[in-house]
C-alpha cells in the first residue's frame, strides 16, 4: 500500500557540516521508495540559505503547512532528514507538529532518527528537538564571539558602506561616491544645509543610496555619525540598539581601510549635530487643533530657538 507524502528541505549558511539540498533529497528518495512513499515535485519544499530558529522566516516551509491544512489531504507524512531541518526551536516543533497531526493528520518523519509509536519515543523525540535548540543557542554565540574578535581587530563584517565597496574582504574607496561623502560633511559642517536639505538634493539629482533607495534624514545622520569614514570600524553586539552611536557595548577600532575625512571636518560636524541637538531637543508633531501656525517661524531673542507647541498646552 503506497502513500502519499512530502519533503522538506532546509540548509542554513552558518553550518558547514549539513547535507547539501541534493544530498539531503537523494536519502529522502531511497527512505521513501523503500516505505512505499510516493514523493511528487508538487511536494517538494526547500528553504536554502535560511537559518531554522525561526518559523515564520521560512517561506517553503510556511507554504508546506499551508497546504498540509488544505482539503483533500494533499499528502499523510512529512519527510525530513533530521528532525532539526524540521525546526530547531522546541517551541515550533511542537506547535507545528502538533498542529499538522491535529488539524490534518500529517506525521513528520526523520528518516536518520527513527521513532516507534510509543512512549519512549515521545521522551526521545523531546530530546532530540532540545539538543537542536541547544546548538542553535550555541552556535549563535560563537558566532557572536568572532564577530566581536573581528571588531576589536578592526575588521569589515557587513556591507560596504556608502563611498567604499569591497574587495579581498577589505574596504576600498569608491572615488564618485567618495567626493558625495565629502560634500555631505563639508555641508553640514559649514552649516549650509540640514540633514533634509541634503537628501533632497540627492534625490533631485538621481543619486541612489547602495541598496538603491532614495536618500533620507536618517540616512544621512547614519552618514554623519558613522566613523568608517575617517578610518574606524563600528560594531554594537545588541542588535536592537543598531542606531545608538554612543552605545556602551559598541566597539570601536582602528580599521585597516582608507578614510575619506580627516577628523577636522569629522569634529566639525558632530560640533554641528550637538548644536542642532540643543536647540532642537525633540520634535513635537502638530496634530491637535490648538497648535499655532507660528511654530516653527518665531525665534526668542534671548537663545535664538525657535518657537514649539509644549505637550501641556
Not at 508546506?64 to 517551541?91: Q, W, Y
Not at 553640514?188 to 534624514?217: H, P, Q
Not at 555619525?225 to 556602551?248: D, L, S
Not at 496634530?287 to 514649539?308: N, P
Request: proline residues 4%; contains cysteine; glycine residues 4%.
Amino acid at each position: 500500500m503506497f502513500i502519499n507524502g512530502a519533503c522538506y528541505i532546509r540548509v542554513s549558511t552558518d553550518d558547514q557540516t549539513e547535507f547539501s539540498p541534493d544530498a539531503q533529497l537523494r536519502a529522502i528518495k531511497e527512505y521513501a521508495k523503500r516505505n512505499n512513499i510516493v514523493l511528487t515535485k508538487e511536494h517538494l519544499y526547500i528553504d536554502e540559505g535560511i537559518s531554522g530558529k525561526r518559523a515564520d522566516k521560512r517561506p517553503a516551509f510556511q507554504l508546506m503547512v499551508a497546504t498540509a491544512k488544505s482539503k483533500p489531504k494533499p499528502f499523510d507524512v512529512i519527510l525530513v532528514h533530521k528532525f532539526d531541518r524540521f525546526a530547531r526551536s522546541r517551541e515550533d516543533s511542537v506547535v507545528y507538529k502538533s498542529l499538522l497531526r491535529k488539524e490534518a493528520g500529517i506525521k513528520v518523519v526523520s528518516i536518520t532518527e527513527q521513532l516507534e509509536d510509543d512512549k519512549f519515543s515521545v521522551i526521545l523525540e523531546a530530546m532530540l528537538e532540545a539538543m537542536a535548540e541547544y546548538y542553535s543557542l550555541n552556535l549563535a554565540d560563537e558566532v557572536k564571539k568572532g564577530m566581536t574578535e573581528k571588531a576589536e581587530r578592526g575588521e569589515w563584517q557587513t556591507t560596504a558602506p556608502f563611498g567604499y565597496t569591497i574587495v579581498n574582504k577589505k574596504l576600498v574607496v569608491v572615488p564618485e561616491e567618495a567626493e558625495l561623502i565629502r560634500f555631505i560633511f563639508d555641508a553640514y559642517a559649514k552649516r549650509e544645509m540640514g540633514m533634509r536639505k541634503l537628501a533632497i538634493f540627492f534625490n533631485e539629482a538621481g543619486i541612489k543610496t547602495k541598496r538603491g533607495n532614495n536618500f533620507e534624514n536618517r540616512t544621512i545622520d547614519y552618514i554623519l555619525n558613522n566613523p568608517v569614514y575617517i578610518g574606524k570600524t563600528r560594531w554594537t553586539p545588541t542588535e536592537k540598539m543598531k542606531r545608538n552611536f554612543n552605545h556602551p557595548d559598541t566597539i570601536l577600532a582602528d580599521g585597516d581601510h582608507e578614510p575619506i575625512i580627516t577628523m577636522e571636518q569629522w569634529d566639525k560636524v558632530q560640533e554641528a549635530i550637538k548644536d542642532n541637538k540643543e536647540m532642537f531637543p525633540y520634535r513635537v508633531r502638530i496634530t491637535s487643533q490648538k497648535a499655532t501656525w507660528l511654530h516653527g517661524l518665531v525665534h526668542c531673542s534671548s537663545c535664538g530657538k525657535k518657537l514649539v507647541r509644549s505637550s501641556g498646552v
